[in-house]
C-alpha cells in the first residue's frame, strides 16, 4: 500500500531483486482480470486521491486513487466534468480510467481518456520518474533512458513506415479500440515522450505506474431529454442509427430482444415496456443533451423530425423529468443487475465488450445471438452504446466444470472470428485484461503485435509488470486462473465482485470493503474444499478483526450494489453465530429492562465525565485488556455526559406520535445545549403543531442495538414490545411515528418489516428532519440566520431519502449549507466508535480534513452518535441540524 512515487520506485527495485512480479490494483471494476497475481500486489487506493481543479475547471490533475465521481464533484460547480463516463464512475478510480483508457456511453472516441490526457507522471520499471509536462520531458527522457529513447524512435520510424500498419491503426482506432497498447500513439505524436505517455494509457499497468494525470475537462450538459425507442426488430433499429446521430442524439442505448424481456421484470419500467409482448423486439435508450433549456429546444425539435420518420412500434416522448428519465435509465442499466443477480449459485458472470463498426451492428447482434443459441447460453443479453457501434453482452459460465470450460472454449473462438469478420475490435471500452490477450495478434496481425512486444520489452525487460496481461503468447491463456465463485452465504453468492460497494464502505482504509468481506469468504470455502487447513484457520483468525469486528453494518454497500447485497447482513450473521447462550440470554434480558440499562449508561457518562478524563479512559483501558477490545467501550474526554429521561407527553389532536430516541438519553447534547429531544417539542409547541409521546417510552428501543451485534432473542423481545405499543399510539396506524435520530428511524421501520404480525405493516416513520420540513418550517420564522453550516448526512439518512430535508431545513437558516464532497458514514455504528475508535477516524478522515479547509459558523447532522464521531474527527462541535433551527426561530 505505497503512499508516494518514491515508495513505488522502491517496490520496483525489490521486484526486481527477487524477481517477484508486480501488479497495481486500483477499483478493479473493469472484471477483465487484469489486476489479480500471485505475486505482489500493489494498492493504489488508500493514498494518491489528490484532486487539484486548475483554470477555473479546465483542466485537473488527478492521482490514480481518486475516482471519477469525486472529481466530477469538484468540477461540477464549475460547469464542467471529465471527457470520460464510465457506467461505474462511482467506484472506477483515474488510475484504471488511464490503464483502460475508458469512454463510455456519451464520449465516444473524442472525450476518451487518450484524446482529452493532457500530460502525466509515471514511473517505469527501472526507477525513472517521468514528467511528461515538463518542459525538457523529452531531453530528460533521453538521458535517463536512451535504450527506450531510441527504441520508442525506431518503432515510431518503423509503423509510419509501413502502409499496411498506419492503415490497420487508422481503421480500428476510429472506432472504439482498447485492445492491445495504444500503437496509435506512433501516428499522433512524433516526440518519443509523447509517444510513451500515450502508450501509458491502456496499458492496464504493464509499462508502469500512473502517478498523476492531467485532463482537459469538458463542458458539463446539465440540460437533457430522455426517450425510448422501440422498433419491431433490430433490424429496424441498427438501420435507425444514422439519422440518430446527425440529429444530435449524446448517447445511442441498444437493447435487444432477451433485454426487454428482462427489464420489463423491474420493479419501475415504464408502461411503454410492461404492455409490450416481446417479440424479436430492440429497442434504443436516447438522450439529448444541451448547456440550456434553449439548447434543449432546439435538438429536441430537430429530433422530432427525425423520429417520426423512423418505423417505432410507437411514439417516442422525449422526457426531461428527472424521476422519469431516472426509470428509463434503470431499464438499461438495471439489466447487468437482473442478469446477474438470477445466475445460478456458483456460476461467473461474464459481461464482455465488442466494437464493429455502426454499419455492421445489426448483423454483429444478429449473428452473436445465433451463436448464444448454438452453444448453450440462456437468457444472455445484447445491450450498449449503439452510437459508437460497442456492445456488451452477458455470459453465465461455471468454470469449475470440465464440459462448461469448453462450451466457453468454443464459444470464445466463434465471437472472435465473429467480430474479425466483421471488422471489429474485441475489446472496446473494458481493456484487453487476461480474457482477450491471447487474440491481440490475431486482430492486428504479426507485424504490430512485433511492435507491441517491443514496446513492453524496452519498457519492461523482465517481464514482471503484470505479465500476461494485454500480450500473451499462450492461446488458452484467458482459460488459465480463472476465478472461481464458491458458494459460501446466501446473503452474499449474487456479489460478481464489480467493486461498486468499495468506496462507500467505511472501513475500505482500515480493514477491509465488502467485496473483500466477500472474496475472502470464498477463500475460506475453496481452503476447506482444498483441504488446506492452516490456511482455513489462518484466514479465520484475521477475519474477526478484519472481517466482522470494523464492519460498521451501516448499509451503504448496498446503496451501491448493482444486486443489492448487504454484506452487513452476513456480518449480522456471523456475529449472531459468535455471540453464544450467554450473550444472547444476556441482551434478551437488557430488552426486558431498558429503560434501567440505558439510564445507567446515561449516568455512567456522567460520572466519567466528573472525574479526571485520564481516570475514566484508564479504566476502560484495563477493561478492555481483560475483557477484549469488542466488549468494553474506550472513553475519552471528547464524550458527552449523560443525557435526560424520556418521559411521556399526551397532547389534544395530535398530528404524530413522537419517539424520543433513546441514544439521546445516554448520550447528552452538545456543549451547555438541551438536545435535540427539548428542540423538536420546542418547535412543534412554537409552529402549533401537536405530538404525543407514548407511555412507557423509557423502555423502548428501535431495536438497532440488538440487530447490529446479531443477538436475535433480545431483538425479538425489543420488537414485542415496541410495535404494538406504537400500535396503540398511532391509533392504529393512523398517525406517523416521528423520530429524532436518522439510525433510529430507519432501525423503527426495519423493525417493522421484520414483523411477523401484519397489523404493523401500516406504521409510518418518519424521521424529525422530514417531519419538520413538511409540518413546521413553514409556521416559524428565522430571527437569527447562521452565516454558514457544515452538514453531515448519515449513512441512515441517505438510505431514507431524507437528504434533501436536511439540506432543506439548513438552508432555511443559512445562505451557505454546506455538505463535503468527500462525506461519507462516520462508522459510529452505535458503539463502533466506541469499541473501535479506529474505524472512525479512518472512516472520518477525508471528510474531516475537507471541512477543515474552511471555517463554518456551524457544524450539524441527524444522529447523536455521528455528531460525536465529527467532533472527535473534525475537533469543531457537532449538533442536531433540529437544535440550530430551534436557536435561529426564537
Sequence with gaps: MPESAADIAQLFRASHAQNIPVTFRSGGTSLSGQAVTDGLLVDTRRAFRTISVLDGGGRVTVQPGA?????????????????????????????????????????????????????????LPSGTLVDSAHPDADTRLARDEPELYAGLTALRDRVRGDATSTGTIRRLFAMKNTMGYSVNAFVDFTRPVDILTHLMVGSEGTLGFVAE???????????????????????DATAALPALVDAGLATIELMDATSLRVAQQLPDAPAELTGLTVQAHAALLIELQAADAKGLDELTARSARVLDTLPLVAPVELTRDPASRARLWHIRKGLYTAVAEARSPGTTALLEDVVVPVAELGATCEELIGLFDEHGYENSVIFGHAKDGNIHFML???????????????????????????????????????IMAPFVRRQY???????????????????????????????????????????VE??????????????????????MTPRQRIVVRREMRAAEQSGDLDLLAELRNDYEYDGVETCAVDGMCQTACPVAINTGDLV?????????????????????????VSRLGGAALTMADAVPAPLATGATKAGRAVLGTDTVPLYDAGLPRGGAKRVPLQTADPVAVYFPACINSMFGPAGDGDGVSAAFLALCERAGVGVVVPDGIGSLCCGTPWKSKGFS??????????????????????????????????????MRRLAAEGDFASLRFVDAVSFVREHVLNRVSVTAPVASIALHPTCSSRQLGMDGDLVAVAAAISSDAFVPDDWGCC??????????????????????????????????????TCEIGLSRATGHEYRHILELLEQATR
Design 67 to 123: 475516482t471519477v465521481r469525486q472529481v466530477n464533484l469538484r468540477l461540477t460547480r464549475l460547469g464542467r466534468k471529465l471527457g470520460p463516463d464510465p457506467a461505474s464512475e462511482s467506484a472506477c478510480t483515474i488510475g484504471g480510467v488511464v490503464a483502460n483508457n475508458s469512454s463510455g456511453m456519451a464520449c465516444g472516441t473524442e472525450q476518451n481518456t487518450y484524446r482529452t490526457l493532457e500530460s502525466l507522471v509515471y514511473v
Design 213 to 235: 494525470a492531467t485532463f482537459h475537462t469538458v463542458e458539463l450538459m446539465p440540460a437533457a431529454a430522455t426517450g425510448l425507442a422501440i422498433f419491431a426488430d433490430l433490424a
Design 396 to 434: 453465465n459460465e461455471r468454470f469449475d466444470n470440465p464440459a462448461s470450460l469448453e462450451r466457453y472454449r468454443r464459444f470464445t473462438e466463434d465471437m472472435v472470428e465473429l467480430v474479425l469478420a466483421h471488422g471489429g475490435s474485441l475489446k472496446a471500452e473494458h481493456g484487453t485484461g487476461r
Design 445 to 487: 496481425g504479426d507485424e504490430l503485435y512485433d511492435v507491441m512486444t517491443q514496446v513492453k520489452s524496452l519498457c519492461d525487460p523482465r517481464g514482471l509488470l503484470n505479465p500476461g496481461v494485454v500480450l500473451s503468447d499462450d492461446p488458452d491463456a484467458y482459460l488459465r486462473d480463472l476465478k472461481m465463485v464458491p458458494t
Design 490 to 511: 446466501s446473503e452474499v453468492d449474487r456479489c460478481v465482485e464489480c467493486g461498486y460497494c468499495e468506496p462507500v464502505c467505511p472501513s475500505k482504509d482500515l480493514t
Design 572 to 596: 449480522r450473521r456471523l456475529r449472531q453465530e459468535n455471540a453464544g447462550a450467554i450473550g444472547q440470554a444476556a441482551w434478551k434480558s437488557a430488552a426486558k429492562h431498558w429503560d434501567g
Design 713 to 750: 432473542d433480545g431483538f425479538e423481545q425489543m420488537s414485542g414490545d415496541v410495535l404494538p405499543t406504537l400500535w396503540r399510539a398511532t391509533q392504529g396506524g393512523r398517525l406517523p411515528v416521528v423520530c429524532d435520530a436518522s439510525s433510529c428511524t430507519e432501525g423503527l421501520d426495519t
Design 827 to 864: 462508522a459510529f455504528a452505535g458503539d463502533r466508535g466506541l469499541l473501535h475508535p479506529e474505524l472512525t477516524a479512518s472512516a472520518t478522515a477525508p471528510e474531516a480534513t475537507e471541512v477543515n479547509g474552511r471555517q463554518f459558523a456551524a457544524y450539524a447532522s441527524t444522529n447523536r
